[in-house]
């Protein structure tokens, strides 16, 4: 297993040379390498299907309501830490590979969705929801995007990135737990997909400006 800072730098290599010193990004990363360290022979795959699987298992108790919305939240950060720990797997005992990046990728897409879903049926207004969701794709998508038109680059790291997606969601659902004894929990939903959404609005702009940058006087091979 590599040492944490030698995690780190691979880390950054993988996506694009992305910075780690953001103490969010940085703590995110720390942690996954942490858990990771005494599962080195776990193969990542394990850890990216059980993710998955935690995400579109927090729909359960997201649809149950009340005190259940505690245990979505808790879900939802669970999912998130594993979807850091089969990167940490991968990348941290040498056994990365481009397919399983694609892979991961995809997976986080789907997680994404389970979340967008959870915070629906938990009271969350469809539109908003669905707003929500888009948000979370759409940085992603546009990285992507970037990286067919010849940008190696990740872009400027921005405020709704793939920690604050979970840790909205995940806060958002165990508060409304929490308040749920006093009829709040349809309130707190609503305004955390809210924020999430204005985050993401804001996390798309701030992408866009540093993809803008990026793409100057470079002529697109093909459009599509």
């Keep these: 297993m590599l040492s944490r800072d030698e995690y780190l730098a691979a880390w950054s290599r993988w996506h694009g040379d992305t910075a780690t010193d953001r103490p969010l990004v940085r703590g995110w990363l720390t942690a996954a390498w942490t858990l990771a360290r005494p599962l080195a022979g776990l193969p ?22 009340g005190l259940w919305l505690i245990a979505a939240g808790l879900l939802v950060g669970l999912s998130g830490l594993l979807d850091s720990l089969d990167g940490a797997l991968a990348i941290g005992t040498g056994r990365a590979s481009r ?20 915070l629906w049926v938990a009271g969350a207004p469809g539109w908003l929801a669905a707003s929500f969701g888009a948000l979370c794709w759409l940085p992603d998508y546009l990285r992507a995007r ?7 680059e990740t872009g400027a790291l921005s405020v709704w990135e793939r920690p604050s997606r979970v840790a909205v969601t995940g806060m ?3 508060g409304a737990g929490v308040v749920a004894a006093w009829g709040g ?24 400006v540093s993809l803008r940058r990026m793409l100057a006087d470079r002529p697109a091979d093909a459009a599509g």
């Design 99 to 118: 397919r399983g990046f694609v892979l991961d990728s995809a997976v986080d897409r789907l997680t994404e969705a389970a979340y967008a879903g959870a």
């Design 146 to 152: 970037a990286g067919q038109a010849g940008v190696a």
């Design 44 to 65: 990542p795959i394990v850890a990216t299907g059980l993710g998955l699987l935690v995400a579109v298992a927090a729909v359960v108790p997201a649809s149950a309501g």
């Design 185 to 208: 929990a349809g309130l707190v939903v609503t305004a955390g997909a809210a924020a999430g959404t204005l985050l993401g609005a804001v996390g798309v702009a701030q992408l866009g």
């Design 172 to 174: 958002t659902l165990g």
